[in-house]
């Protein structure tokens, strides 16, 4: 396994447009993390998956933004009618159950909304 | 999640050992402190993690005072490769389910 795995890893935009990002776990992690990261900025939460079930979402998490994990493997994060403030980059991570703060993280995938 | 504070800034010379400090002084009985690092224009990656007593793994060390209050990361040789912004984190392994990242410990290893 190589690690977390992130689609696309540049996303370039207009404002309005809808956006899909794509995450693929370590393939025995159960918990998958999204988090939203600007610059200078440490990481910021935004939902959280055990197996396919979205178990926390941040206040962050707006009505545009939805997220899902289908049969508990990849996990998808759509932002809907995009605007300037979404431009960041969004960060996945997995962990095992047992190892909640031990999580693995993707590249991540950035956006620019022009 | 209790919270940390951790320097912005420091320095280290390339061989020599990196010491980084955080506060935790709010710390829970049942929060263990992580340490990850952040390569420029990559995504975190954990260090190492611990509770009570001091760890070691290939990466670093970790010191826990006593008391719980603070703890120091160890980078026993730095390299060039070891400049990255370091991040201190109080979590426990019940409860909420969200990691709370701070702004971290820019470190600059100098050759």
């Known amino acids: 396994d190589t690690g977390v795995s992130q689609d696309p890893r540049h996303k370039i935009t207009k404002r309005g447009q809808n956006v899909t990002f794509r995450c693929d776990p370590i393939s025995e992690h159960n918990r998958l993390y999204w988090y939203r990261q600007t610059l200078g900025q440490g990481p910021e939460f935004l939902t959280y998956?055990?197996?396919?079930?979205?178990?926390?979402k941040s206040r962050l998490l707006s009505d545009r933004f939805s997220a899902e994990r289908p049969k508990g493997s990849f996990s998808t994060l759509e932002i809907q009618r995009t605007e300037q403030g979404d431009s960041a980059m969004y960060l996945c991570a997995s962990s095992l159950l047992s190892e909640p703060g031990e999580q693995y993280f993707g590249p991540g995938t950035r956006l620019t909304v022009t | 999640d209790a919270k940390t504070t951790q320097p912005p800034s420091m320095d280290c010379a390339e061989g020599r050992a990196a010491n980084l400090p955080c506060n935790h002084s709010t710390i829970s009985g049942n929060e263990y402190v992580y340490w990850y690092r952040q390569i420029h224009s990559q995504g975190p990656q954990y260090i190492i993690h611990?509770?009570?007593n001091n760890e070691t793994n290939e990466m670093a060390s970790l010191i826990i005072t006593e008391d719980r209050k603070s703890s120091t990361l160890i980078l026993p040789h730095a390299t060039l490769r070891d400049t990255a912004v370091y991040y201190c984190i109080v979590r426990s392994h019940t409860g909420g389910f969200k990691t709370i990242f701070g702004a971290g410990t820019r470190l600059f290893v100098k050759a």
């Open positions: 998956f055990q197996n396919e079930a979205q178990l926390e």
């Open positions: 611990g509770l009570k």
